[in-house]
């Protein structure tokens, strides 16, 4: 079955604890991306990766690192948590050869609290 | 920079119309979409326009495009309780790392 599997899906954790959300795709898809849903402000982007080893800023990248080693995978890293990072996160893969262009692929999101 | 706005609840009776509102400010948008976000999942893609077309008919959905007003609407006819969610719509002009999204739209279904 073709998916986007994040985990965890949902998380508590202190400021300042370093954590990690995983990505994974399995439709060989070339661009993945990570957004934050916050009520009120939809959703917004934080990092997104056009290919392996190729990242860029999103529109919200402050408190957050990514890494593309490989295609498959694009996990979400917060090296020192705040409570302002407190939110639904996303990630999503697409391919430039879909009919819809740009049509994106959701994970089923990520909670995370930071106390 | 582009922006797409929509208002943020709509409340309708179960076996009505709901329309759902957006309105965007980039002229070079070429792909306008409506995601749909069900509780606890991800957003999923329900249609689509291309920018060179009024209107787009798929069931019960129907989406219009005033591409004037860059105005864009979703009506679901015979609203059900299974069409709960929110929606989102969402702008690009070609590319997946452009996708633009609006605050969305919760839509509630009332007996």
């Known amino acids: 079955e073709a998916q986007v599997t994040q985990n965890p899906r949902y998380l508590i954790t202190v400021t300042g604890k370093k954590l990690t959300v995983t990505c994974s795709q399995n439709?060989?898809?070339?661009?993945m991306s990570w957004y934050r849903q916050d009520p009120g402000l939809g959703l917004r982007q934080i990092y997104y990766?056009?290919?392996?080893?190729?990242?860029d800023k999103g529109d919200v990248p402050e408190g957050y690192k990514v890494s593309r080693k490989e295609k498959r995978n694009f996990p979400l890293i917060l090296e020192s948590p705040s409570p302002n990072q407190t939110s639904l996160y996303f990630c999503?893969?697409?391919?430039?050869?879909?009919?819809?262009?740009?049509?994106?692929?959701f994970g089923e999101g990520s909670r995370l609290t930071v106390l | 920079g582009e922006d797409v706005e929509q208002s943020l609840f709509l409340s309708v009776r179960e076996g009505d119309s709901s329309v759902i509102n957006c309105t965007y400010t980039?002229?070079?948008?070429?792909?306008l979409y409506w995601y749909k976000q069900e509780p606890g999942a991800g957003l999923q893609l329900l249609t689509y326009?291309?920018?060179?077309?009024d209107m787009k008919q798929d069931q019960r959905l129907t989406v219009l495009l005033n591409k004037k007003d860059k105005h864009l609407s979703l009506r679901i006819a015979d609203t059900q309780t299974g069409d709960s969610a929110i929606y989102f719509c969402?702008?690009?002009?070609?590319?997946?790392?452009?996708?633009?999204f609006g605050s969305g739209t919760r839509l509630s279904i009332r007996p």
């Open positions: 999503a893969s697409s391919s430039p050869g879909r009919e819809v262009t740009g049509e994106l692929f």
């Open positions: 439709m060989n898809h070339e661009y």
């Open positions: 990766s056009m290919n392996v080893e190729v990242t």
């Open positions: 980039d002229s070079s948008s070429t792909y």
């Open positions: 326009i291309f920018s060179n077309m």
């Open positions: 969402a702008e690009t002009g070609g590319s997946a790392s452009k996708i633009i």
